[in-house]
Every structure is written in C-alpha cells, then in structure tokens.
C-alpha cells in the first residue's frame, strides 16, 4: 500500500468512525443512551478502533520499509558481485593468460611474476568479501580493518585519519563510499609503485569529504586501461553518493609523475 493511501485512511477514518457512532446514535440509540452514556461510549470505541487501526498502519508500513531495506541489500550484493566479476575477468583472467603465454615462451621469470600478480590479486578480493556492509559494525571499523588488512599485504606505510559521526550515511550510502575505498586502495597496490598513502575521511552532519592520496607512478601505459576502468566504477558510485568526484595526478618539475590524489566530497541529508 502507498503512502498516499495511508494518509487517506488516516484522515477519513476518524472521520467515519465518530461521525458514523454518532448518526447511528441520534438516528437510532437516542431513546437507550444518555448525552453521559453516548460520550463515554464514543470515546472507548474510538480509541479501541483508532489503536487498532494504527497498529495494523504501522506494522504495513514496518513490512513495507524491510521490504525497502531487503531491496537495497540486494541491490549492493549484486552491484559488488558485479565489480567482483570485472575485477577478475580484467584482472585476473588476463593475467592468467599472460601467464599461459610466458609458459609456453618458457619466460620463467615473467611466469614467476605473473604468479605473484595472482596471489596478490586473490588476496585483495579475500579482503574484500570479509569486509560485508552488513556485517554488525560501524562503517569507521569496516574501513578501518580493509585498511590494515591492506598494509599487511602490501606493505606500503599508510596515514589514516577517519572522523565520522553517528549515522552519517545510510546503509546503501555505506556500500558506495566503501567501495570507492575499496577500488582506489586496490589501484594504488596493483598499479601505483607507492611506499606511502593517506587516507582521510570526515563526514559531519552538513557535508563529508574522502580525500585518498599516494606517491606512486601515477597513470602509466601499462596499467591505464585497467586504471581507467577502476576511476569509472569510482565516478559511479560518486554520482550514487550524489558527490564531486575529482583525480589528479601530481607532476614534480620536469613533468615526471610523483603520485595521484582522490578527492570526493558531498552534502548531507538530514536523517
């Protein structure tokens, strides 16, 4: 049912019920019911019927909202199963191709890299699913366990400043912010060189700003295309997030790459 009909029934259905009792009364109960007896009566039935009435209209909306929130739920799983199976057929599928060639070249040592890309790659996805947006923690102590886990892995040297307040995204909200994280620290391992990174975050009751910055190579030729690809998956969930999505790459003098900075930023909405 829509809301549009509950505020109907919401309105009329007062409406009906004591001004119905009170047709019923003075048409037909006038003779057995005093002005005293009439009132009372009037108020017990409405109250009965209004509780009852409310109770049935809040449980339909409570069953209409899960149903919303079941929705959504299912909406994010399928979007990660989608960037899960871009993730590996760019990824990983040409890295396993790669590595067949190298084999039957009998290039041990590019096979040998080739191998360590796949682990690498295999590890990063692990990461990623046992971080769930559903799972019963705040989204802070979600990012910041992908975060160490991260370090672990790659060992780069990691700056992490996280400053949210209570409740500052929705459940889906959550899911596009996460994944940006997710896809941009996943760059930064596979494709930048970097020994450092930072990763700032602060979300306050007006607006919120991810800022996510590492002193790599920045876009090179060999990794564009794949790079390209994870910048588009990040716009998108930007534009989810109904946030400015803005990459740099920073040059030093002579024109030569010295890392790449992200910076998101967006308002809030009052929940």
């Known amino acids: 049912m829509s809301l549009r009909l509950y505020k109907i029934f919401t309105i009329f259905v007062p409406v009906v019920i ?33 509780y009852l009435f409310a109770s049935w209209m809040f449980q339909s909306i409570e069953r209409s909202n899960e149903k919303l929130t079941m929705g959504e739920a299912r ?16 990824d990983l599928a040409q890295t396993l191709f790669f590595l067949n060639v190298k084999l039957k070249q009998g290039d041990l040592e590019e096979a040998k890299a080739a191998v360590s890309e796949i682990d690498n790659s295999l590890r990063q996805a692990i990461f990623n699913l046992r971080t769930p947006p559903e799972e019963g923690t705040s989204l802070e102590q979600r990012i910041h366990k992908f975060l160490k886990d991260w370090h672990l892995v790659t060992g780069i040297e990691l700056q992490e400043e996280l400053t949210l307040e209570a409740d500052s995204f929705t459940s ?71 946030a400015t999505f803005e990459f740099q790459q920073n040059d030093d003098s002579n024109g030569a790459a010295t890392g790449t900075s992200l910076l998101v930023k967006g308002e809030r909405t009052p929940l």
């Open 75 to 90: 909406r994010a799983v399928y979007e990660e199963r989608e960037r899960l199976a871009r993730e590996l057929h760019d």
């Open 172 to 242: 889906s909200e959550e899911v596009q912010l996460f994944g940006i994280i997710q896809e941009a620290f996943t760059n930064i391992r596979k494709h930048s060189m970097a020994t450092e990174a930072s990763i700032i975050l602060e979300a306050t009751s007006s607006a919120w700003q991810l800022c996510i910055s590492d002193n790599g190579c920045g876009l090179q030729s060999h990794a564009e295309k794949r790079k390209k690809y994870g910048i588009e998956l990040m716009q998108k969930r930007a534009a989810e997030l109904e």
């Open 18 to 50: 004591i001004g119905g009792f009170e047709y019923i009364r003075h048409e037909f109960l006038l003779n057995y019911l005093t002005m005293e007896a009439g009132n009372f009566s009037i108020t017990v039935i409405t109250l009965l019927l209004s």
